[in-house]
């Protein structure tokens, strides 16, 4: 959330430069884009969490009894619901018009999900062991599907 309010105050000074320099493509183009982004990245959250149902929590921990989910969107990839978010970020970015921004928004969120999702990955295999390993052959994108 700080890099997006410092974004925000760089951008309202006149720093960075506009993504549409026309209204016509800003409405047509960048406003329907960003809206696209932001809905499909909060649906793809709000999805990617009632499905873990009990076991999402915010902070990186496994209990005893969790169970390897494999199925919807985690058949896809493996972190659905930072992808959701990255989604949402990167729609907030394109709304405010400026490369500076989308930079400033994207960029940060991006490095903490990706130390998250190192660490995560780590306690997974740790837990879950050889079944996570072929989870993590079954379905390689951790991110983006065919991508990353």
Excluded at 9 to 34: A, E
Excluded at 87 to 115: D, E, Q, S
Aim: proline letters at 4%; aromatic letters at 14%.
């Amino acid at each position: 959330m700080c890099s997006m309010t410092l974004s925000v105050h760089y951008v309202r000074r006149g720093y960075g430069f506009k993504i549409f320099l026309n209204t016509f493509s800003r409405y047509i183009i960048s406003l329907p884009l960003s809206l696209y982004l932001i809905i499909m990245g909060r649906i793809l959250r709000h999805q990617a969490i009632q499905q873990l149902g009990e076991w999402f929590t915010l902070k990186i921990r496994i209990n005893d009894k969790q169970e390897l989910i494999q199925s919807g969107w985690y058949a896809k990839m493996r972190h659905p619901s930072y992808t959701g978010m990255l989604m949402i970020f990167a729609g907030l970015g394109l709304l405010i018009n400026n490369w500076l921004g989308l930079v400033g928004i994207v960029i940060p969120p991006t490095f903490v999900f990706l130390y998250r999702l190192y660490i995560e990955e780590k306690e997974l295999r740790a837990h879950f062991g050889s079944a996570y390993a072929e989870y993590a052959k079954k379905v390689p994108a951790k991110l983006i599907p065919h991508v990353f």
